[in-house]
């Protein structure tokens, strides 16, 4: 398929980039994120199988239309990606599954990967970004990263190939009607950005890569009606774990994954008035459990006082429940 206009390397009309509170810029870059495992290839999970487990939710909220919605393909160590769309622009942010893994998922949900304008990419770990080269390949979607994304990518043979435009973190752009704006997180990449998504009156957050809640991200965040937020591990079973204790430290810090703990710590600064559903994602296979992640933060969450909160789960190898949900 031919390249757009001003392919490689357009760059997104925008200022230069604002530095904001909690931004991070770490040359020790990783190829994968921090937790890890091997990477498998997802088995069992048709198109067919999955078509009946999932299905897309009309999208109405509260009784009104509303033409927003997401669903999380797949959210782990092992590959992330979160499709995006209203009724005439589909994205996704991330792609770190292969290629085929990404049109079954999307056929799954009734979608089709040809239907897609572009991918944004939050940062260059690989269970971020591994299937954007066959992906541009066959589709020819638009790749949108920063140019510390970017730069991370091309340690990488495989991404000499793609063509990426450029938009700088901090600063809002658009692709169709659906206004994104990235925002700086902690962790451990050349320059990792959580995403806010908006169409019309409605607004998504989506992060799933950060060492800890920053005043800027639990700011950014307070606008969302529905979060994608990493609950990554436990504290005490990452502790417990057979992993070296550097792997361990380094998940730990402020560059490295948000514990449960934490993600229940961000939701309380972070939830805004209109918030009502958040996504659990990138649980470690590891040193988490889907069900005591929700009870934690569940716990946390009404020891504060705040009951009104839908906790719901991702997976790593099939489609989460759409959003807005039936
Ligand atoms: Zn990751
Ligand atoms: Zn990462």
Redesign the pocket.
Known sequence: MAAPDGWPGRRVPRPAPEHGVGETRNSDS?V???DAPPRQPSKGWTAARLGAVVGLAPARYSGRAMALRFCVLGSSSAGNATWVASDTTAILVDAGFRRRTLEERLAAIGQSASSLRAVVVS?E?S??IAGIPRLQQKYGVEVFANEGTREGALQTPDFEEVRWTLFHTGHPFEIGDLQITPFAVP???YD?VGFLISHHDTTIGIVT?LGTGTTLVSTRLQVCRALVLEANHDERMLRDSRRPWSLKQRILSRQG?LSNRAAAALLLEAAGPELTDVYLAHLSQECNEPDFARQTIEEELRRAGHVRLRLRPTYPDRPAEPWPCA
């Open positions: 990783l994968q994120c921090l940062h770990h269970d971020h962790h451990d990449a990792p890569d994954h």
